[in-house]
């Protein structure tokens, strides 16, 4: 059962902008940076925001991050065919001593 | 570039055990540490475990305490997770993936989170 908690979907027609909520707690979130990352079909998950704002070399600033409190928020601007995937949060608990992921949301292109 | 390359495909029956390897390259590898991720067919990803490759420390979700074990070769550049006592449930896709060196005390534990996991491996299919 995952600790952080995400819409199971969200879309938008192409160029739009949506936004992916991630919901924890003060152990999580609360304490620890986010990332995010990018289930495409049959392929590896890809990072694309970590340190809950920052974007790794290559990707598309389309993709931004945001952490306030206990939630993170991913937005994916200028939305486009390709961006259709899964997503997900993650974060290190530090009550569990683990790393705990979101439970996805699928992005769908219109 | 860097890479993570993982071994193939494996069909295990109940109760057995399975070893997926990870081999690194375009990075020292002792300088990060490697985590081990899983995602079954329809389920979102799960956490298994971490390694810090220069002390050889590992950490481990609760739920797979007693069943998870990860290693390394250094000299090869490769790390391995081996789960045991399979069931039909460890039935997934099993990535090893990059994450930042813990801080680690040379005469004790390893302290901190991580920021990121990044490179993934391409994955390994398990089958129980």
């Known amino acids: 059962q995952s600790v952080l908690t995400q819409p199971p979907s969200v879309s938008a027609a192409p160029g739009q902008k949506v936004t992916i909520s991630c919901s924890g707690g003060s152990n999580n979130i609360g304490a620890n940076y986010v990332s995010w990352f990018q289930r495409l079909p049959r392929t590896a998950p890809k990072l694309l925001i970590y340190?809950?704002?920052n974007r790794p070399p290559g990707i598309s600033d389309r993709f931004s991050g945001s952490r306030s409190g206990t939630s993170a928020t991913l937005g994916i601007s200028g939305l486009q065919p390709g961006d259709e995937a899964d997503y997900y949060c993650?974060?290190?608990?530090?009550?569990?001593?683990?790393?705990?992921f979101g439970t996805g949301t699928k992005v769908t292109v219109l | 570039q860097v890479q993570l390359v993982q071994s193939g495909a494996e069909v295990k029956k109940p109760g057995a055990s399975v070893k997926v390897s990870c081999q690194a390259s375009g990075y020292t590898f002792i300088d990060y540490d490697i985590n081990w991720i899983r995602q079954a067919t329809g389920q979102g990803l799960e956490w298994l475990g971490w390694m810090n490759v220069k002390s050889g420390n590992t950490g481990n979700a609760q739920q797979f305490q007693g069943r998870v074990t990860m290693t390394r070769d250094t000299s090869i550049d490769t790390a391995y997770m081996e789960l045991s006592s399979l069931r039909f449930e460890d039935t997934a896709i099993y990535y090893c993936a990059r994450a930042p060196a813990k801080y680690c005390k040379k005469k004790g534990g390893c302290y901190g989170g991580y920021n990121w996991f990044d490179p993934w491996g391409q994955g390994t299919q398990v089958n129980v």
């Open positions: 993650g974060t290190w608990d530090s009550f569990l001593s683990s790393y705990v």
């Open positions: 340190d809950s704002k």
